[in-house]
């Protein structure tokens, strides 16, 4: 094949994953219709996932009026916002709990999606640039945790950069030396310290939403030109007009999560009922604390990493990356029943591994 041939087949395939002619509100809005069946609700995620991301940005912006990203303020700065900025407690708290409720609504998103095949042609790269988004989501909640500076937080930040640099150990040659390399650009110094908070702190509040915003700029617009997938079945029997039908019940979830997100937001000085913690402060001469763990989203691969030699993660982790990126081609002639067998099964992992992964740790570990 010759570059012009390559690079007209290159046309043609864009051109069918992102077919712009149909831009219009007739197609866009007006004909736009949505499958009723049992997995319907699986439609809600995508959004509710918006909803977070949006919250994410107004709340972050309004901490970012009083946030210091300096080792000797950050906390004392995160501290004076619960305490002395009024209603600072629950624009923080409605922060770090939406950070939360977007990475778990992404995950069902993403499972969803996959039962029911909504990553099946035309929508490969729906599915590409949703996998993105989850991997920005990841990325923005690691960062995010650092920024407090409490002791919990450096210190999972150091294992989970030592960890990049351990890879090493598994790669050939030259290549051996790439993880550490990009271990210290992450880190920035020979320690996790001002530096590493000043990167942090520029992909949190500005690299990784660009991203975000770009990513989901192409994923949005391929949902509005290809309308929604057919759901569990080949041929839906019943479907529902997006406008208004379908949006006015999107609203209602977003009303429903907006409730959710006030109920966990409210702290001190309105009474504390589920106040986000904030542990000491971090200490360069202290002893490292017992108990680091990182956010409950990454206990999936935390707790098999503690478990298992660091190889089997890698492989895991590689096997996984690159089967969730090629899922359009893998599982292209799969079944909607194995995929929504495939899902359950993922979905149940990510749940016991969550809620019951110290369990487990212990009871394997014999402690
Ligand atoms: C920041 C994260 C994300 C946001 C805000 C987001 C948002 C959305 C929205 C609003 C929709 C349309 C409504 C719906 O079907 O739920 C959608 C559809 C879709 N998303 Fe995402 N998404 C994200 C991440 C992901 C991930 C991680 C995947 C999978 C790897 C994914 C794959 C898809 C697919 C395949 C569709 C088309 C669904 C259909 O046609 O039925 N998205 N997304």
Known sequence: MNLKELLNRSGTYLAERLPVEKMNYASMVKKKEVPVH???????????????FMVQIVTGLMLLFYYQPTVSEAHASVEYITEHVPAGGLVRNIHSWASSLMIASVLVHLLTCFAMKAYAKPRELTWVTGVLLLGITFALGFTGYLLPWHQIAVNATKIGLETIEKVGDYLPGAMSDWPRQI???????????????????????????LAIFGVLGFHLLSVQLHGMSKGIDENPRRQEKFFPTFFLKDLRVWGVAFMVL????LCLPFESLFPYPLFEPFDPKGSTPDGIKPEWYFFWIYYPLELLPLWVILLGSAILG????????????????????IAIAAGVYLVVMTVWGDAIYHLLKGQ
């Open 38 to 52: 049992r997995l319907s609700w699986g439609y809600y995620m995508g959004g509710l996932a918006l909803f977070f």
């Open 322 to 341: 690159g089967v969730l990126l090629a899922t359009p081609w893998i599982f292209k002639n799969t079944s909607r029943k194995t995929l929504r067998i």
């Open 262 to 265: 006030f109920v966990l937001g």
């Open 183 to 209: 271990k210290e650009i992450i880190q920035g110094e020979a320690s996790v310290g001002q530096a590493t908070l000043s990167r942090f702190f520029a992909l949190h509040v500005i690299i990784l939403p």
